[in-house]
């Protein structure tokens, strides 16, 4: 888990290469097995592999979605906010196990905010992603995740360089 979390880096270039079907079935029990607060899982997962939807899903914010036209794969993190009054949370809960069982599975993958985020000066990015996607008023939209395999290499950041001082001790 250490060698993973070192090797964490938010990657926003892939290869034009397909995930392969089964890789995406881990993917999927992957996030499946995320902890979740009483074991309630009011999350929804959309696993995006058409070419058009996740052109469509990168113009979802003015800024910092626009590489997920590039992914192979994006995955839409939604939750029913009645199930539960800690969806955010376990979103993204959920959102972490996902991207660290991409990476121990050799893809890169970058976090795209939806939830409170803004696609124009009048609408939401979620009202948006909603309306790509058809899905129903219930659902809150937490996040979109891009996927793919890395097709640029950033440095790593050293320990040296962690911010030790937000860290107290009593």
Known sequence: MMDLLRMRRSIRKY????????TI???????LRAPSSRGINPWRFFFVTDRELLSRLSKAK?????????????VV?????RESDVWVEDCSIASIILQLAGLSLGLGSCWIQIRNRS?????SSEDYVREVL???QGLKVESMIAFGYPD???ELVHRDQLEYGKILQR
């Open 77 to 81: 993190i939604c939750a029913d906010e």
């Open 119 to 123: 696609y124009s000066r009048d609408r």
């Open 25 to 31: 079935d881990d993917l999927k029990e992957a996030v």
């Open 62 to 74: 003015e800024h910092g979605s626009d590489f997920i036209k590039g992914a192979p794969l994006g």
């Open 152 to 154: 640029e290499v950033l």
């Open 134 to 136: 058809g899905l129903p």
């Open 15 to 22: 290869k034009d290469k397909d995930i392969d079907p089964r």
